[in-house]
Each structure stands twice: as C-alpha cells, then as structure tokens.
C-alpha cells in the first residue's frame, strides 16, 4: 500500500511539473511561436522531442533557446531570448524533450 501511495504522489508531482513548464513557457513568450502539438511560426515541441539524438541534447537545445538558431527547421530563423535565464532555459529543454 506504501508502495502504491508512493507512486501516486510521484506522478502528481511529475505532472504537475509538467503543467509548470508549460506555463513557463506561456510566460516566456514560446507560445507566441511554438505549440505542444501542431506547427505554428515554429515547430511543434513534440516534434523537437522526437529527434532527441542524446542524452544531453538539453544542453544544446538550452544553448539554442537563450542564443537562437536558424536553418534546423526551414527559413524562419529562432532569435536569441537572452531575457530566459539559464536556469529556466534548461527548464523548458529538459520539458520539450520530455514531450511525447
């Protein structure tokens, strides 16, 4: 029974994480480009997700959030937000990559 309750609050705190990444993100202003599903400006977060090529591409999507990209998903260039710290950076990559 311990065992089972365990489980339960593990995934009610995962989530609800999941939840606060998201809102992060609305805060953040990724939501004026990208969506969880469906392209928009930008790709869709769970089409990013599914070319996870490593266990640290966090580390490069961190990197792409706060300095942009351009080239890796057709014309219209990412712009650097260099207003996300790298805290909330490495948030939102470590979400997006999670994404199912």
């Not at 869709?44 to 998903?73: C, E, P, Y």
Request: proline share 3%; glycine share 8%.
């Amino acid at each position: 029974m311990k065992m089972y309750l365990a489980g339960i609050a593990l995934l009610s705190t995962l989530s609800g994480n999941a939840s606060a990444d998201q809102a992060l993100a609305q805060s953040l202003g990724c939501m004026n480009c990208h969506k969880v599903e469906g392209k928009l400006i930008g790709p869709s977060f769970q089409n990013i997700a599914a070319i996870r090529v490593h266990s640290t591409a966090w580390l490069d999507m961190t990197a792409k959030i706060r300095n942009g990209s351009a080239g890796a998903w057709g014309k219209i260039p990412m712009p650097g937000n260099y207003h996300v710290s790298e805290k909330d950076a490495e948030i939102l990559a470590r979400w997006i990559l999670s994404i199912k």
